[in-house]
């Protein structure tokens, strides 16, 4: 069983930035789509943004110019860089990967394997 490990939540301000970073350690990392979700407090879960492992990239329009969906395949880490965050990207954040799948796919709950979740709060 692969065991997805996400870093770098925690609580900022309005305005502030954060760098979430998902260590996948599964072979073949570079035959794998990886993307984020998230889930606030009363909601469902929400894609947010993924990243083919040809290296093309989606997000949903609400992190468009905020967040940065990157990966390293050598090191078998996805990294979500969020710049001007707001109170509403409030949640808690989940890494996916899926092998051999489209973007689409994953967007829609194709996914192999989740991370455990990392916390971003954004205090206004």
């Known amino acids: 069983q692969v065991q997805l490990d996400e870093s770098g939540g925690g609580l900022v301000q309005a305005g502030d930035s954060l760098r979430l970073s998902c260590a996948a350690p599964?072979?073949?990392?570079?035959?794998?789509?990886a993307g984020w979700f998230r889930q606030a407090p009363g909601k469902d879960r929400e894609f947010v943004a993924a990243?083919?492992?040809?290296?093309?990239?989606h997000y949903v329009d609400f992190v468009k110019e905020r967040f940065t969906i990157s990966r390293d395949n050598a090191k078998m880490v996805v990294t979500l860089s969020m710049n001007s965050l707001k109170p509403e990207d409030t949640a808690s954040y989940y890494c996916?990967?899926?092998?051999?799948?489209?973007?689409?796919?994953?967007?829609?709950?194709?996914?192999?394997?989740w991370g455990h979740g990392t916390q971003v709060i954004v205090s206004s």
């Open positions: 599964v072979g073949s990392f570079n035959t794998y789509t």
């Open positions: 990243i083919h492992w040809t290296g093309v990239t």
């Open positions: 996916a990967i899926s092998r051999l799948k489209s973007i689409q796919a994953l967007e829609t709950g194709g996914v192999d394997y």
